[in-house]
């Protein structure tokens, strides 16, 4: 089974507008991680948060990490239609370094121009 | 970097065929994992090597998947024989065993059993 689930699914939104996308978890990890996969291409991956962090920046992206509810969100602000892809997080298996990642469904964004 | 790299890119073949998929993970890795991805199912691990040993194979679907790491730099995912619901992306991806477990992966190989 999946340990992140993401929601929603699916987003549209206009070039220029901010999108956001949650992942939830269920058991305890040392990081979270969010991957980007352009349509029939491999996984990218674009930026960690470690358990003991709250919140990150990269760029246009904003990652927060809420352990207490097991989930976290990532923020693209200023969209670009080139920021369509699908978007996964992925955890780690919690405690001890067991190199095993597990992703979640992942949301599809569409950015119109 | 030449990155994590997979062939066939895409494979078409019949039914009961012997489907092999091959993976050079980037030089240095010392992890390597074969994944799965299918509307469905989403993304799956199937099985992962760490310094060529396989480490955890509880997601391969049944006996008729394996996979092999004979040395640091190639591993094979074998499907013996091939259903219909084998059809999927099969992704390999490799990592260092130091700095993070950030993955890389490679393109994909697409797979359609007909």
């Known amino acids: 089974s999946q340990q992140g689930e993401e929601d929603p699914q699916a987003l549209s939104i206009q070039e220029g507008e901010n999108a956001t996308m949650n992942c939830s978890y269920k058991?305890?990890?040392?990081?979270l991680q969010w991957y980007r996969q352009n349509s029939g291409r491999g996984l990218v991956h674009l930026i960690l948060?470690?358990?003991?962090?709250r919140e990150k920046h990269s760029g246009r992206l904003r990652v927060t990490l809420d352990t207490s509810k097991k989930s976290s969100s990532l923020l693209i602000t200023a969209s670009r239609a080139a920021d369509t892809a699908s978007y996964f997080c992925a955890t780690d298996a919690g405690a001890g370094n067991t190199g095993k990642l597990i992703f979640g469904q992942g949301t599809t964004l569409q950015v119109k121009p | 970097d030449a990155g994590v790299i997979q062939s066939p890119r895409h494979e078409v073949t019949e039914m009961g065929q012997e489907v092999t998929l091959r993976c050079k993970p980037i030089s240095g890795h010392d992890y390597l994992f074969w994944y799965r991805q299918t509307m469905m199912r989403g993304l799956e691990l199937l099985i992962y090597f760490n310094n060529n040993v396989p480490i955890d194979d509880s997601g391969m679907p049944e006996d008729r998947f394996s996979a092999k790491m004979p040395n640091a730099s190639f591993s094979t995912l074998k499907i013996q024989p091939s259903e219909p619901r084998d059809s999927a992306v099969y992704f390999c991806?490799?990592?260092?065993?130091?700095?993070?477990?950030?993955?890389?992966f490679g393109e994909g190989s697409w797979l359609t059993v007909v």
């Open positions: 991806a490799s990592r260092p065993d130091r700095g993070g477990n950030t993955i890389y």
């Open positions: 948060i470690r358990s003991n962090e």
């Open positions: 058991t305890s990890i040392n990081n």
